[in-house]
């Protein structure tokens, strides 16, 4: 019986990548997956927005601040709810339909962390039961129409009240 054929190249790379299958199935069940704290997607997606339209958000919606509150209202006449608020800003200044809801808002755009607010971005507070959301403006501050009786004001998210509130952050 002649001696066996020499392997050919293809041959040796398939025993190869066999005799490294232990060790690789190993390491990847012995390694925890890599955690983020908000899921932000990784790389992060690109903003829809501009920075000037994120600007002209911020500006717009300081330019509201004293308008009076309404449950459902979403124009500057007959007043705002919060979600109202930001459905009219963006529309306005960016040409985008925010969906209706802070609930809905809580998914819109994408998480990002609280060190890369900027401008235009919106803050949502309630955790995994959204309750209320805003503009940030910049400066650790937001636009927002807080409640019945109200009107639209500017706050602080450091202050006594909304430091104490769960918040995230997204950026349409």
Known sequence: M???????????????????????LLAACSSAPPQRSTGTPWPPLPSRLTHEQASDIAIHALG????PYRYGGNTPEGGFDCSGLIGYVYRSRAGVAPPRTVAQLSD???PIED??????????????????AGIYVGQGRFVHAPSTGGEVRLDRLDGPYWSRQAVAFRRP
């Open 64 to 67: 509201l601040v004293g308008t």
């Open 115 to 132: 060190g890369e607010l900027r401008s235009g971005d919106l803050v949502v507070f309630g955790g995994r039961r959204p309750t209320h």
């Open 2 to 24: 002649p001696p066996p054929a020499p392997p050919t190249a293809s041959q040796r790379e398939r025993r190869r990548l066999l005799a490294l299958t232990p060790a690789l």
């Open 108 to 110: 819109f755009g994408q």
